[in-house]
């Protein structure tokens, strides 16, 4: 813990600051990348995942569910083909374009 001064508008705030571990990597891909990403629409947190790796899927089919700003959005398969990797699981949180699966 370190102790810091700082002024804010001519006001003197003493403040404490703790350094905390660096986050956690990203989860590894459960299988190898595919040719086609599946990619984060919008910040959000994943809340279900609804295909593995292996399954075939159509242009369409639901691969997992996305919840942002309190509504469940379902992320889809932009093309047919097989699911290659899953690259998150229940439960993380996404950014806006990270990579969620891909397909072959």
Known sequence: MKNYRITVNGMAYDVAVEEV???????????????VKVAAPMPGKILTIKANVGQAVKKGDVIMILEAMKMENEITAPEAGTVASINVAAGDNVESGDTLASLN
């Open 21 to 35: 571990a660096a986050a956690p990597a990203a989860p590894a891909a459960s299988g190898s990348e595919g040719a």
